[in-house]
């Protein structure tokens, strides 16, 4: 290589880094990529997002507070704090903004209605169940709630914690964030899009995923319905139905049973395939949008109100 190719050979391979570097910085500063969020293992409810995250990306605002909810910080002002449990319904994930989810919608309604200051605290994460729930009560407390909320789903009949090693190992858990904005493009963003457009999720094959080795109901069913009783708290379900579920108006038999087992309880439920949520509430198979999400919390407000004394 004579000096003159040298030349060349190095003019290209600037220009190529100039054009990387030109391309992460974009991918950065204008949609947010090479920050996502993140997980933390934990022995009592196997894990959690990681506490006091704020991610700005593709125009959507996700954050958590110290406890890792996904709510404002906790403040000695509250007037009334209602904790909602949950999975990924409840929780959204990065496709749902933080000032759209069910239970900010519900804090800012509340609050105008009672005239205090009310708080309506999202504690949740993907594919959580009941126990998982329970587990955070158990270990945080109810940081001096006036109601109990638990929004699942038929699966969640089921769907016991199993402590598999999932943060840092499964793609959907991660741990750290990506060392590059153009990795995580390509690895959280385009991939996915790719795989999901050109292999669609099978829905039969992710349900008989909730039931395998499920034998037992879950756990925590039982423990905040004794948990209700004995502290005086209010607790209200909200079952929330697949969206192959919402079009036939009618769970499937395990959510059937889960109805049952509410109502020989005494524990007052919302049956949303009975309020025809509109299909296009559904982000896929089972997850809210933003409007699903709404729809979700104009259910809940009037028996979140009358149980409050409104």
């Known amino acids: 290589m004579n000096k003159q190719q040298a030349k060349l050979f190095l003019k290209r391979f600037l220009l190529i880094g ?29 894990y959690i997002f990681a506490p006091d995250q704020d991610i700005h990306r593709l125009g959507h605002h996700f954050y958590t507070n110290h406890y890792s909810m996904r709510s404002d910080a906790l403040a000695t002002d509250d007037n009334i704090r209602i904790l909602v449990f949950g999975d990924s319904i409840l929780n959204g994930g990065l496709p749902t903004d933080n000032e759209d989810l069910a239970t900010t919608i519900l804090e800012k309604n509340l609050s105008l209605n009672l005239r205090k200051k009310v708080r309506v605290l999202n504690i949740s994460a993907s594919s959580w169940g009941p126990d998982n729930a329970a587990a955070y009560l158990k270990k945080h407390g109810d940081f001096g709630a006036k109601m109990l909320v638990l929004v699942f789903s038929s699966h969640d009949y089921f769907d016991n914690m199993g402590f598999e090693r999932e943060v840092g190992v499964n793609s959907s858990y991660p741990a750290k964030n990506p060392s590059l904005a153009i990795i995580d493009f390509f690895q959280n963003y385009l991939v996915p899009v790719i795989k999901f457009r050109l292999f669609p999720p099978d829905i039969q094959k992710n349900e ?3 039931y395998l080795n499920s034998k037992n109901m879950n756990s925590g069913w039982d423990y905040f319905i004794q948990y209700s009783k004995q502290k005086n708290i209010p607790l209200l379900v909200y079952l929330h139905g697949e969206k192959e579920e919402a079009l036939n108006g009618s769970y499937n038999k395990y959510g059937k049973w889960l109805a049952k087992y509410l109502s020989d309880a005494h524990v007052p439920y919302i049956a949303d395939v009975n309020l025809n949520p509109d299909q296009k509430f559904f982000r896929d198979f089972i997850h809210f949008n933003k409007d699903g999400q ?11 109100l009358k149980t409050l004394g409104k």
Not at 18 to 37: A, D, K, N, T
Not at 294 to 302: C, D, G, H, L, T
């Open 18 to 46: 100039l054009v990387i570097l030109l391309i992460e910085f974009s991918l950065r500063i204008f949609f947010g990529f090479g920050s996502i969020p993140v997980f933390v293992e934990d022995k009592d409810y196997e």
């Open 208 to 210: 008989s995923l909730y």
């Open 294 to 304: 709404r729809f979700m919390a104009k259910a809940m407000e009037p028996l979140i």
